[in-house]
């Protein structure tokens, strides 16, 4: 008899953020997991070969604006090129995991599902596209098409087997069904160097921004926060990361009144510490159109033990508030951040280390993902 077969899919080539768990799970459960994505680099907007051992790639279109015709097109080909190469394997798939969005791959996979109903279909949402569009103007004046572009998705989620999702705020919006889906949360493997102590001013605030400096960056937000900020303490903002509105952030921030330290890109974890242990708070702060419960961003602060500035609702908001990892914007939220000291500081990390280890940490993630995926695969274990 024939070794089963996983097939795991994303266009956007997410293993590490997401299909790296299921891999292992179905591993562990006896299958051989093949892994599928396009050749082109979404963010780059550059081919490129993957390095996941085994990896089948699938030709995309290549597009150069993220809001284009081109990028419509080159994933609707994409899903429809994936499940048309699934269907010239000699064997067929005993499981089929698909990350959404392209919300065409949802569309696609529940064609394949009707014609073959044996196969396991397993969804994944790590985002919600159209929903988060950050261009509020622009989001209404496109609201039909994104109607239509939304419903790709919500017409095919009944064909899959189970539906996991990135946060529970997903899974409400989307009015998923108790018995067959469950949030999973991105999850991140420990630090793997010493821990150092945060050494924090207490005459001034050492705030954060970590990651892509993109569209859906809170910008303005930002920069009133400061604004209240500076009038009681001196504030400096450190920034790792780039992007298309990198420039206009830091002007911005400088021009709110805090001095502004630049650092780039940072991939080595313990440059990344160093800058962090002195900072009292991580900015977690996005566009309020943007629809999301959690971000990566947050979950690599967590990771280094910093507490949060948070204006995420959902997941998020929950987060801070049941566990005091940090503090949530809103009415009253400057008088907290200026009054809590270098002590009390050194509570709330203690807390972030707690739920990050409890809700992040890659070992026990994997065991959550585990146990709902008993519930459709224990039968055939």
């Known amino acids: 008899m024939s070794k089963k077969v996983a097939y795991l899919i994303s266009c956007s080539d997410h293993y590490a953020h997401r299909l790296h768990v299921a ?58 090129d994936t499940f048309r190469y699934l269907e010239t394997l000699d064997q067929l798939p ?64 009944h064909a899959a087997d189970f539906i996991t999702t990135e946060c529970d705020l997903f899974r409400e919006k989307l009015k998923l069904p108790k018995e067959k889906s469950a949030t999973v949360y991105l999850c991140a493997k420990p630090l793997e160097i010493p821990p150092i102590p945060a050494v924090l001013r207490e005459d001034a605030l050492d705030l954060c921004y970590l990651g892509a400096i993109n569209n859906v960056i809170g910008i ?33 921030a400088t021009a709110a009144g805090a001095e502004v330290i630049y650092y780039g890109v940072i991939y080595d974890d313990a440059e990344k510490q160093k800058i962090l242990s002195r900072c009292h708070f991580g900015l977690n702060i996005m566009k309020s159109s943007v629809c999301v419960g959690l971000t990566m961003k947050s979950i690599e602060y967590f990771r280094f033990g910093l507490p949060i500035i948070n204006n995420i609702p959902a997941d998020t908001e929950r987060m801070v508030e049941e566990n005091d990892i940090g503090v949530q914007v809103g009415e009253r939220c400057f008088e907290r951040i200026l009054g809590l000291t270098v002590e009390q500081n050194a509570l709330l990390r203690k807390n972030v280390e707690r739920v990050f280890n409890s809700m992040f940490l890659e070992r026990n993630v994997c065991e959550r993902f585990a146990s709902f995926l008993n519930l459709i695969f224990g039968k055939d274990r």
């Open 23 to 80: 891999d292992s799970y179905l591993r562990n459960c006896g299958y051989d997991t093949v892994y599928v994505t396009s050749d082109f680099d979404h963010t780059s907007k550059q081919p490129f070969q993957c390095s996941v051992s085994g990896c089948v790639q699938i030709h995309a279109r290549p597009y150069l604006k993220n809001l284009s015709l081109d990028r419509i097109l080159s994933h609707r080909e994409f899903a429809r």
């Open 94 to 157: 005993a499981v089929v995991v698909v990350l959404i969005p392209p919300n065409f791959l949802a569309h696609y996979a529940a064609k394949y599902k009707n014609k073959h109903p044996e196969v396991k279909l397993i969804f994944d949402i790590f985002d919600l596209w159209p929903e988060t569009f950050p261009f509020g103007r622009l989001k209404k004046l496109l609201a039909p098409v994104f109607r239509i572009w939304a419903w790709v998705r919500d017409h095919s989620l």
């Open 220 to 252: 303005s937000d930002i920069c009133q926060l400061i604004e209240q900020l500076v009038k009681t303490k001196p504030v400096t903002l450190h920034v790792i990361g780039k992007g298309e509105r990198q420039r206009e952030f830091i002007d911005a």
